[in-house]
């Protein structure tokens, strides 16, 4: 459970060059966005920059505009206007949802999405896929990776000995660990948690945080909102604030508690 | 192995042996045993399993693409009738090959000489990839257009039943020159077969069996496949599924086409043995009817479409013909206790109860 994902067979897409190109630099680059639905300003001139090697978590009231800020960065809403770049090169609001995934950006639902009518090995089979290959699709072929592969990803989210359960029979926690090692598959660079751990017990917290940690890697951006304070000190380097779609406070943990602001819109409510 | 256990495991191979057994006593029977013995089959009940045999097909194309990608089709009889619609050009076709004489709505509407648009489909071979190639064209333009804009769900339903009721509506122009509210009839013979002798109807009967065999076992090969895995995420979380990067228009676009062309093949086969074609094949009733075939044999399972059509159809041909005016009331009947005793249906509802002791469902 202790090992970076990064650093096993399912990150040989990369080459070495681009490893170390990408150390502490821009993942995900975000300026002057602005998101409206209607005449609802969901995101206002909202400037973050997301480092490789960095855990971040985003906080704030709900309508805040974290799951919003979700929404544009894997294509699901476009915005108004403002920059949203991966490597400070593609440009997220050009392409669609299935595209920007192959790109290496995955995303976890706040509430469990995973394939309930499925075996817990199909889930993963399903994300190895990664939709392509038509043939193999028919035809169910695996090649040997790929089922080293799933078999690394069932041991990470510590499911090796349900694979053969239904998906929908898994317990909540276990459902959300399934859609997180659903995303490892593609050893991604940025990984967006949407409340991984909202109706989890105190146990499945810590292990969830656990894993979490495990997923870190120096090529490896990770984005989480949360609303359980212990939870995010425990995991994450840097807190960004939203408010109102706006960004209002962001450094450690310590600084953003202390911030007046913060605890008169949020923490202190 | 339990007798539950085989029954769960072995549903396929039950399911064709069962089908090539039909298709072979219907000949069998009708051919050598006497006409008083009760094991002995009329022309009338073979024709009658043949046609329900082509529903069958029908209800099966639907399950494919709504029990396991969630594409409720209220218009699948659109593609039954393009199916239908070209068997019968090919067989007014062979019509007046044999007899030289104009089918009636041609001599009506002053025709003096067989249209050339007609003459496409002189031959069976051209005719069947003609059927094929139309449905995947209209099916794919369709559906590209439905699915690439996202529409889900019961609007897609809505827009499909709506394309049933304004084909059926075109059909019955005159002017169209395909036959008009009368459609098209008079068919005389089918590749050089005569459809009056007793010979050919039952071969058609048993050619429909081993189609529905063939078409059940390629059908099963892709729901259990990688990409029947794909489709029944597309039914049950299909965000999830693009955010894995999947293209899932283009998942539900394969899925969709192959069901219609299916549901073409089930046309080709019914209008031989039906000896009519009209625009009613295309009524929004029988488009909605096959949904409920799907339903009251349990969706999600192909087989339970089958059972669901030959149950629904064997009860309406029987009891239509004893108490016509009360079938409706018992059609709705059946349907709203299904509904609410079994939601899976009665083949879902059977393998549920057989398989209470393990931790499976479905698929």
């Known amino acids: ?269 | 192995m339990s007798f539950k256990q085989t029954l769960i495991k072995r549903q396929e191979f039950i399911l064709v042996t069962v089908l090539l057994l039909i298709a072979a006593y219907m000949p069998l029977s009708n051919r050598f045993l006497d006409v008083v013995n009760p094991f002995h089959m009329s022309l009338f009940s073979i024709n009658l399993i043949g046609q329900i045999i082509c529903f069958a097909i029908l209800a099966m194309a639907l399950d494919f693409v709504w029990g396991f990608a969630g594409i409720l089709s209220l218009g699948h009889g659109v593609f039954f009738g393009i199916g239908g619609y070209v068997m019968g050009f090919y067989l007014i076709n062979a019509s007046f090959a044999e007899t030289k004489v104009l089918p009636d709505f041609m001599l009506y509407m002053g025709w003096k000489d067989f249209p050339l648009f007609f003459q496409i489909f002189k031959y069976l071979s051209v005719s069947i990839a003609m059927a094929v190639l139309l449905t995947f064209a209209i099916a794919g333009i369709f559906g590209f257009a439905t699915f690439r804009s996202r529409i889900n769900g019961v609007y897609f339903s809505i827009i499909t039943q709506a394309l049933t009721y304004a084909l059926m509506l075109m059909l019955f122009i005159n002017d169209l020159g395909l036959g008009g509210n009368n459609g098209m009839t008079g068919f005389r013979s089918l590749a050089g077969y005569k459809l009056a002798d007793i010979s050919t109807q039952i071969g058609l009967a048993s050619v429909s069996c081993i189609v529905l065999a063939i078409l059940y076992l390629l059908l099963r090969y892709i729901v259990k496949s990688s990409f029947g895995q794909a489709m029944i995420g597309v039914r049950d979380d299909e965000a999830r599924l693009r955010f894995l990067g999947f293209r899932t228009d283009r998942i539900k676009l394969f899925a969709w086409c192959l069901s219609a062309a299916v549901a073409a093949i089930a046309g080709l086969l019914y209008v031989p043995q039906v000896g009519i074609i009209n625009p009613n094949i295309v009524s929004p009733m029988l488009s909605v009817e096959i949904a409920v075939w799907v339903a009251i044999g349990g969706r999600g399972t192909l087989i339970g479409a089958i059972i669901g059509a030959t149950l629904v159809n064997g009860l309406k041909f029987w009891l239509s013909a004893k108490a016509p005016s009360v079938w409706p009331f018992i059609l709705a009947a059946v349907t709203l206790l299904i509904t609410i005793g079994l939601s899976n249906g009665l083949w879902g509802g059977t393998l549920q109860l057989l398989s209470r002791s393990h931790a499976r469902r479905g698929v």
């Open chain 1, 1 to 269: 459970m202790a090992y970076g994902v990064g650093h096993c067979s399912c990150s040989a897409g990369r080459t070495q060059d681009e490893e170390s190109e990408m150390q502490n630099d821009t993942a995900i680059y975000v300026n002057g966005l602005n998101v409206k639905f209607g005449g609802f300003a969901a995101i206002t001139n909202l400037t973050i920059e997301i480092l490789y090697g960095q855990t971040r978590a985003i906080i704030g009231p709900n309508g805040a505009g974290k799951t919003t800020f979700m929404d544009v960065i894997t294509g699901k809403t476009r915005p108004q206007s403002g920059e949203v770049l991966l490597d400070k090169k593609l440009d997220l609001t050009s392409i669609d949802e299935p595209s920007i995934a192959r790109k290496g950006i995955g995303r976890k639902f706040q509430k469990p999405s995973i394939f309930e009518a499925l075996s817990v090995e199909k889930n993963i089979e399903l994300a190895v896929r990664k939709g392509l290959g038509f043939f193999a699709m028919l035809s169910s072929k695996f090649s040997l990776t790929q089922r080293t592969q799933i078999n690394e990803i069932l041991a990470i989210i510590n499911l090796e000995n349900e694979r053969d359960r239904m998906a929908g029979t898994l317990s909540h926690g276990q459902k959300q660990w399934l859609e997180i090692g659903m995303l490892l598959v593609a050893d991604p660079k940025v990984i967006l948690l949407d409340e991984p751990v909202a109706g989890m017990t105190d146990h499945e917290t810590d292990k969830t945080a656990e894993l979490i940690a495990s997923l870190r890697s120096p090529t490896r951006a990770i984005v989480v909102v949360e609303h359980d304070m212990d939870f995010v000190n425990k995991i994450a380097d840097i807190v960004s604030v939203l408010h109102e779609g706006q960004l209002l406070a962001e450094g450690s943990m310590e600084k953003v508690r202390n911030d007046p602001r913060v605890v008169q819109v949020y923490l202190g409510r």
